[in-house]
């Protein structure tokens, strides 16, 4: 069951009629942004602090001509919060992942980490989708991943796994389009591609 659930975020991810149904539902969102109520202003402790991406936003200055400083932090809540086409948000994703760590000191390690991960997604993620390395495509299949590993006991080894992802990306030594369901699947299948779609889920 958990085999055919991945097939088929994978496959709604590449569909080109999903793409065109989220493209349509963008549209809808934005003309009835008015009545939809913001997420929260409140900063939550359990956060990194504003400062840490206030310093990213600031060492970016390409993007900085194109978002201000507001809207980089609206997005940062939202990825934390969660939003339309990302509902579940970093913070019940964090505490799925922990829900069944046992000992105290693996979950303060993995907590840690998923703590790190969130904060590096969140400062690129956030920002102009002509700037950012990170794109909504990339947060959905590491969120499904990470929820999945849960079953398979397997939370450390994704986390690492997505960890080590995101600092290839960075580095501009991963290729985006790596980023598949299939990649963080544990078994032999684990980094298989599943085809040479174009990774353009950018919302």
């Not at 990194?48 to 390409?62: I, K, L, R």
């Amino acid at each position: 069951m958990m085999f055919f659930r991945e097939m088929l975020v994978d496959y709604l991810m590449a569909s080109v009629f999903f793409k065109r149904f989220v493209a349509t539902v963008g549209i809808l969102l934005l003309v009835a942004c008015a009545t939809v109520p913001e997420v929260s202003e409140q900063w939550s402790p359990s956060w990194p602090p504003e400062s840490a991406f206030v310093q990213a936003y600031q060492a970016d200055s390409d993007n900085q001509a194109s978002q201000s400083v507001e809207d980089y932090m609206r997005w940062i809540r939202r990825f934390y919060e969660g939003w339309t086409f990302y509902p579940d948000g970093w913070d019940r994703i964090s505490d799925a992942v922990l829900q069944n760590i046992d000992s105290e000191a693996e979950r303060v390690a993995l907590k840690e980490q998923i703590y790190s991960i969130g904060l590096r997604i969140s400062r690129e993620w956030a920002k102009d989708s002509d700037y950012r390395v990170i794109n909504t495509r990339h947060l959905l299949v590491w969120g499904e991943s990470l929820k999945l590993s849960v079953a398979q006991s397997q939370e450390a080894r994704l986390a690492a796994k997505v960890s080590m992802d995101i600092d290839l990306l960075m580095a501009r030594e991963l290729d985006p389009s790596v980023i598949k369901m299939s990649r963080y699947r544990s078994g032999p299948s684990q980094g298989v591609d599943d085809g040479d779609e174009e990774d353009e889920f950018d919302l």
